[in-house]
């Protein structure tokens, strides 16, 4: 509201004195925000002055008026890394594929925000790479306080009643597709509108929309907010991108048998006539620069005219001599484990690492 009293003063001579400013205006891109929208601007100027040098009553006028409204806001990826992910793994598994973001009220008022997320579609991803797949069953969730994905206590899905300069951590959860492998990296991008507050719990506050007309007493909304990743200048929203990349194992499997005796020869030259001992080596290797392999379980059904060997069990997390994809040999040097039962061998190999083979070695009797 605007309150102006004029006057006029008729003489020969009169002082007058009045202070006065001069208005700063700010960028559109450095909005000050530390008044909140709403609070009420009074100011009051006094004038005094003489008639023929006598003082007269001093003239005072106020003026009132509302700040106005700035809706600003950011979106930030928490980190600039990327997010390894495996093959295959999913919204259920512990930990699930999370990339996390940092959305922080920058406006003049508490607001609720809405929250989407989408795959980006291919093209550059910010953490290096190319996006060369989507994620699957993307999901939102607003941390609870402690900066920790836990899916019992982060249950909302849209930011509510955001203070001043305040910031909440989001979390985007997807599943990654069996089929990705090592390297492949999927860019996803998270947008957050504001939305009206004032309402605690429930449901996102109602659209808002920004003023265009004269200023008025009242309290009008501007939007101050720039462009994100996807979104457009002071449009009321902001976005920002993040990305998983896939840590796969790249496993090559061969099993290669070798003569240990005969019935005839014996271990000179043997053949594999009825009554020979063979050996069986199942070798298991990782290619080098991928994710390691782990709880690797062998199971090697024994089919007709070969009898295991439980004389001599079975040999477990052994090594080779040589290259597993051309030429290589076991080593004996595997420990005693693993199992035969319904005429079938198995054994559990903890680990085989980047670059590395491991093997399972038993022994059969020609029948």
């Known amino acids: 509201m605007n309150s102006r009293k004029q006057f006029l003063v008729a003489a020969s001579a009169f002082a007058l004195s009045i202070g006065a400013a001069n208005p700063a205006f700010a960028q559109a891109t450095t909005v000050p925000n ?23 009553t ?26 390894s992910v495996s093959p295959g793994q999913n919204d259920s598994d512990t930990p699930p594929p999370v990339t996390t973001f940092v959305v922080t009220n920058t406006s003049n008022e508490v607001l609720d925000f809405q929250l989407a997320v989408a795959n980006q ?5 910010p953490n290096g790479g190319t996006d060369n797949f989507d994620v699957g069953s993307l999901q939102i969730f607003v941390d ?7 899916p019992a206590d982060d249950t909302q899905t849209f930011i509510d009643e955001l203070g001043v300069d305040a910031n909440v951590t989001v979390f985007v959860i997807g599943s990654i597709p069996n089929a990705q492998v090592n390297g492949d990296v999927a860019a996803v991008t998270l947008t957050a509108t504001a939305r009206e507050g004032g309402t605690v719990g429930g449901t996102v506050g109602a659209a808002i929309t920004e003023d265009t007309g004269a200023d008025t007493d ?32 790249d496993i090559t499997v061969r099993k290669i048998s070798t003569v240990i005796s005969d019935p005839v020869n014996g271990t000179t030259n043997p053949k594999a006539i009825p009554g020979a001992v063979v050996e069986y080596c199942i070798a298991i290797g990782n290619a080098s620069g991928v994710a390691d392999a782990s709880s690797i379980t062998i199971s090697d059904p024994l089919l007709a005219n ?16 040589g290259d597993i994809a051309t030429s290589f040999t076991c080593n004996a040097d ?34």
Do not use: K
């Open 121 to 125: 579609g291919g093209g550059a991803a």
């Open 34 to 56: 530390t008044t909140l929208a709403g609070t009420d601007i009074d100011n009051t100027v006094t004038v005094n002055y003489q008639v023929g040098g006598v003082d007269q």
């Open 306 to 321: 070969i009898t295991y060997d439980s004389s001599f069990g079975n040999l477990l997390n052994g090594t080779i001599t």
């Open 144 to 150: 609870d306080g402690d900066g920790i994905y836990n």
């Open 334 to 367: 595997g420990a005693a484990g693993g199992s035969f039962a319904s005429n079938t061998v198995t054994g559990t190999i903890p680990t085989v690492a980047a670059g590395d083979a491991r093997t399972l070695v038993f022994r059969v009797t020609v029948d």
């Open 58 to 83: 001093e003239e005072t006028a106020s003026d009132t008026f509302q700040v106005d409204r700035v809706i600003n806001l950011t979106v930030a990826a928490s980190d600039n890394a990327t997010t």
């Open 218 to 249: 009242g309290v009008e909304t501007v939007f101050a907010d720039g462009a994100g990743d996807t979104d457009a200048n002071r449009d009321g929203s902001f976005s920002a991108t993040d990305d998983y990349t896939v840590q796969a194992a």
